[in-house]
């Protein structure tokens, strides 16, 4: 009880420094630090999400998904097929109108996007290398979507074809099952002359997203999901010594939210590996999150705040093995529904962290 008593004491006698790096001069033994980015930048980027929850189809004015399948069909037997089916299974209620083409060169589920087929191969055409034909057409409905595939184009999907792609044809965006559902998933069923059906079930699928109108500046400090927008803050705590004690860091902002999707939007952050300065948007960072937050923008005015202490405490106790290269905030994951928010540079409104510290005894600090 006592300790606790003498810690309150402590912290009531505080002192607060809404300062920069460079402006702070002694510590006191005890206090709170409020800094403003040293560094800070934005950058977007394609990434692969073939190992999304879902399928995700659709466009509108600023964005487009499209969906690939791939089947592992066999060539055998073709001409007794009377007719084949493209069943599918829509999680929302949005009506989205599409085509069915086949692809034309190979493709990877966990490296597709609307750059590349695969970790080495660049589509020829951005968005995917298409026949010109269609296998057929329909709209997404609520329960379940057959689509009835050109029959004359079997032979060419089987032996020449690289899976199926669906292209949106109108406005509105829809969420499919994909293959991970045993039941729901992505499947082909073939009909036969004598009243026989085969079933081929999805062996890859992925959907590719790509931005069409959005109109960012140089300077826009982004953080978005499906094709990711990432902004890099890097802050200077070179004044705290290694023997200090983090009691809190917390990193707060109030994003502007620009293009949304769904009302809960997941955020992160990453610690950098790599120094920012040297590999720019090429840097690593760590995989696993230091921090997340699940944001809901009920309000253009409401703060945005994730808990970094353990990482702050790292950055400064061991400086050598867990350099401060920075930070990442990101969509998490980034495979969302798309969404857009826009941080501001400067103002009550732009990124700070605050961190509240106890330094040690003088004669233990001198040493």
């Not at 950058?43 to 399928?55: E, Q, V």
């Not at 803050?233 to 293009?259: H, W």
Request: with cysteine; net charge neutral.
């Amino acid at each position: 009880m006592k300790f606790f008593f003498l810690l309150t004491l402590l912290l009531l006698a505080c002192n607060t420094l809404p300062v920069g790096f460079d402006q702070l001069t002694n510590l006191p033994e005890s206090g709170m630090l409020e800094l403003v980015p040293d560094s800070l930048d934005c950058y977007s980027r394609h990434i692969p999400l073939g190992y999304a929850d879902w399928l995700l189809l659709g466009r509108d004015e600023q964005y487009e998904s499209r969906v690939l399948l791939k089947f592992p069909l066999k060539d055998s037997a073709l001409d007794s097929v009377t007719g084949v089916r493209l069943i599918l299974h829509p999680l929302d209620s949005t009506p989205v109108t599409f085509v069915c083409r086949a692809c034309s060169t190979e493709w990877s589920t966990g490296a597709v996007t609307w750059l590349l087929a695969d970790s080495a191969t660049r589509w020829l055409t951005p968005g995917g290398d298409l026949w010109e034909f269609t296998l057929g057409s329909a709209t997404l409905a609520r329960e379940s979507t057959v689509v009835e595939l050109d029959r004359s184009r079997l032979t060419l999907l089987a032996q020449k074809s690289s899976g199926i792609m669906l292209l949106p044809t109108d406005t509105g965006f829809a969420a499919i099952t994909n293959m991970t559902d045993a039941k729901a998933g992505p499947k082909l069923v073939f009909h036969y002359a004598d009243g026989k059906e085969r079933v081929y079930y999805a062996t890859g699928d992925a959907h590719i997203v790509d931005t069409l109108n959005i109109r960012s500046q140089l300077t826009d400090l982004l953080i978005g999901a499906s094709f990711a927008f990432r902004t890099y803050l890097k802050f200077r705590i070179d004044t705290l010594p290694p023997e200090v004690t983090i009691l809190r860091a917390q990193l707060s902002f109030t994003p502007r939210t620009i293009y949304r999707r769904s009302d809960t939007l997941k955020l992160a952050i990453h610690r950098l590996t790599e120094s920012y300065q040297l590999r720019n948007r090429h840097a690593g960072y760590e995989e696993n999150a230091a921090a997340t937050t699940a944001y809901i923008p009920v309000a253009q005015d409401t703060m945005v705040s994730l808990d970094i202490t353990t990482l702050v405490q790292n950055w400064v106790s061991h400086p050598d093995s867990f350099p401060n290269h920075g930070l990442l905030i990101t969509a998490e994951p980034e495979w969302q529904r798309p969404f857009r928010l826009k941080l501001s540079r400067s103002g009550n409104t732009a990124p700070r962290l605050k961190i509240q510290y106890i330094l040690p005894p003088p004669d233990r600090f001198s040493r």
